[in-house]
């Protein structure tokens, strides 16, 4: 029996006022779901990012705007993520905009960076969260973390040098690479006089290591957090504290570095003990040193470049993972003033 052909019929061009559109169509139910997000906020944060409307049609979405194409190519993205059993988040959303929208390099370096948003090849696993690095400068950072004995991390404020150098020390301890994690940061304001604060001498320098404890409290239980620091497995301290330590078989991390002198940088990288890691971090930006002092981080920068083991990584206004109106106000900075950025 002869099948029948289907008839075709030819449509007349749509008007030229009419909205452009592209279709994708998603097989599985459930994923489009979970992409769409509670509420359908996940696309409203897509269309708000890009300027598009998007509207579902069962088990497809119809996106309409200029920005269609990259909408579509986050979509698609977001998609592949939630088929591997990831979770979508806010701040998913907004690093696969960003790198599906970047205008650095050729297109095949930007699929690249999609295809690592993807693959989620750098997991770091703590107790409480599993974190990824969500844009190129961060998976390289990342690397860095857990291939040097010694890394800098150096950028802007939100980019995410901290936060992934902490989930790191945590993995590295509860996989029982190292036997401690040590914080560390100068006890320095930030341009205001806080006068003489209360208390014993925790209750004074607290303050200045509360982005700390917020870290590690996002990676480890409170009880198991309060036990750790308890039992000295973990310590935040300020700078001038590593004074005389040598610290062996620890993870350290020295947070907001640009504030640390010449002399206490040198005294810091010299703690270094065996079957240690060392992580510095900090803004060239942001220095509150006295005028006339130089920053002990650039100073570093200066002396140590080029010394094997020893790994340099930078970020941009490009990485930061904060909300996005961040990055548009550090971009504007440093165009009104050049020199913030070097």
């Known amino acids: 029996m002869l099948e029948t052909p289907l008839a075709t019929t030819t449509l007349p061009p749509p008007p030229a006022d009419a909205p452009l559109e592209r279709v994708l169509e998603f097989p599985e139910n459930r994923l489009l779901i979970e992409l769409c997000g509670e509420f359908d906020r996940n696309i409203a944060q897509i269309e708000h990012l890009l300027d598009v409307q998007i509207v579902r049609r069962g088990n497809a979405l119809a996106v309409h705007g200029g920005a269609r194409d990259d909408a579509a190519k986050a979509l698609e993205t977001l998609y592949k993520r939630a088929e591997s059993g990831r979770s979508i988040e806010p701040g998913d959303i907004d690093a696969v905009v960003r790198l599906g929208n970047s205008d650095e390099g050729t297109g095949a370096r930007d699929g690249d960076q999609m295809e690592m948003f993807q693959t989620g090849d750098l997991e770091i696993k703590t107790r409480k969260k599993t974190v990824e690095p969500r ?29 992934l150098a902490v989930a ?12 401690r994690i040590i914080l560390s940061r100068p006890a320095v304001e930030a341009g205001e006089k806080l006068g003489y604060l209360p208390g014993d001498m925790k209750d004074k320098v607290d303050p200045y290591m509360q982005p700390l404890y917020d870290a590690l409290n996002d990676f480890l239980p409170g009880k198991q957090l309060a036990k750790l620091i308890e039992e000295k497995r973990i310590e935040i301290a300020p700078l001038a504290f590593m004074r005389g330590r040598t610290l062996s078989n620890a993870y350290v991390v020295l947070d907001e570095a640009q504030n640390a002198t010449g002399m206490q940088m040198k005294m810091f990288l010299t703690r270094l003990g065996q079957g240690s890691r060392m992580v510095i971090t900090g803004d060239r930006s942001q220095v509150d040193l006295p005028r006339g002092v130089t920053s002990g981080l650039r100073e570093a920068e200066r002396i140590l470049e080029g010394i094997k083991g020893i790994s340099f990584n930078y970020f ?13 106000i550090i971009e504007a900075y440093d165009a009104d003033d050049p020199a913030a950025r070097g």
């Open 135 to 163: 844009t190129k400068a961060q998976q390289e950072y990342v690397k860095a973390l857990f291939t040097h004995e010694l890394a800098f991390g150096i950028g802007p404020a939100g980019t995410g040098k901290t936060y």
């Open 168 to 179: 790191v020390a945590v993995n590295q301890m509860i996989n029982g690479h190292v036997d």
């Open 316 to 328: 941009t206004a490009k990485d930061v993972v904060r909300h996005p109106m961040v990055a548009k």
